[in-house]
């Protein structure tokens, strides 16, 4: 179930439509501790203090270093949905690489777990499809350990509409975590096929400079009139392009996070949604 301002995730898990993305809260590129530590603790509180009830964040980001500064400055959570992901593995600060095998999907959850000192994790994506390995395993490990009382829902990312729906047959999944943002819409049909069956949409990289480079002007445009910022209209285009649309912005600026929190009172007219 969808509002204006609020999003049920699995049916029970209702959330506020502008989430927190943590990869930047840790070392530069996603990978290692924070240059500022208490900066990035004093950041989290301040988000949920704000109102922002979803966390995203992976076990590979840091590796390791996201969950735990979320535990640190969050734990116990209260009024707050942190999700997270495993299935992809950092070796080393330039390196991304998929690792779908049950055993280490086990072990990932396992530890994301105990990094964020829960007993159940609320929502837990496989954070990318390995190509070495049958999706009907990878997935098939997340429903056994939801099935255990491990995970209490299960989501994917960087999926395409093809992979959802055998990723459906196999659990229930309630929501994608795609590469989305108004310069880029290679995944206009997952976000439609996610408004169809309800799931949750998630946009990582909802602000890509370099995508919004191509749109630019009628941006600019649309935030003028709006008198509101260009990243504001951006967020705003997300949250009227489809229901269940869920962005996750990241920052390490408080100032910026207010920012894009603000986004989420815009209102943009179809004819502005239309022009961008």
């Known amino acids: 179930m969808a509002t204006e301002t ?33 900066a990035s603790l004093a950041l989290l509180r301040h988000v949920v203090a704000s109102g922002v009830s979803f966390i995203d964040t992976a076990d590979s ?9 979320i535990a640190e400055a969050l734990h116990p959570y209260r009024g707050v949905t942190i999700a997270t992901k495993g299935g ?35 929502l837990y994506q496989l954070h990318t499809i390995d190509p070495d390995v049958p999706l009907e395993d990878s997935v098939g490990t997340l429903a056994a350990l939801q099935r255990e009382g491990k995970i209490r829902h ?10 959802l729906a055998r990723a459906q047959k196999i659990a229930r999944i309630v929501s994608v975590q795609n590469l989305y943002n108004l310069g880029d819409r290679s ?26 480079a191509k749109p630019a002007k009628k941006l600019r445009e ?15 285009w997300l949250l009227k392009r489809s229901p269940t649309m869920l962005p996750i912005p990241g920052t390490s600026s408080p100032a910026h996070f207010d ?14 949604f239309a022009a961008l």
């Open 61 to 69: 980001y840091g590796p390791g270093t996201s969950e735990e500064l």
């Open 222 to 236: 649309a935030a003028e009139r709006l008198k509101a910022s260009p990243s504001q209209v951006a967020l705003a």
């Open 88 to 122: 992809l593995t950092r070796p080393h600060r330039n390196s991304w690489q998929p690792n779908g095998r049950p055993d280490h999907l086990r072990r990932a959850c396992e530890a994301s777990l105990k990094r964020l000192r829960v007993e159940r994790i609320d």
């Open 154 to 163: 299960i989501g994917v990312s960087n999926f395409d509409t093809r992979q």
């Open 187 to 212: 995944s206009d049909a997952v976000v439609d096929a996610c408004a169809r069956d309800g799931l949750a949409f998630l946009p990582w990289f909802p602000l890509n400079a370099g995508s919004l």
């Open 6 to 38: 609020t999003l049920t995730i699995g049916g029970d898990l209702t959330v506020n439509r502008m989430g927190f993305g943590a990869l930047r809260i840790i070392g530069s590129g996603g990978f290692g501790e924070p240059a500022d530590r208490a």
């Open 259 to 272: 920012e894009n929190w603000a986004a989420r009172n815009l209102r943009l007219s179809d004819a502005d």
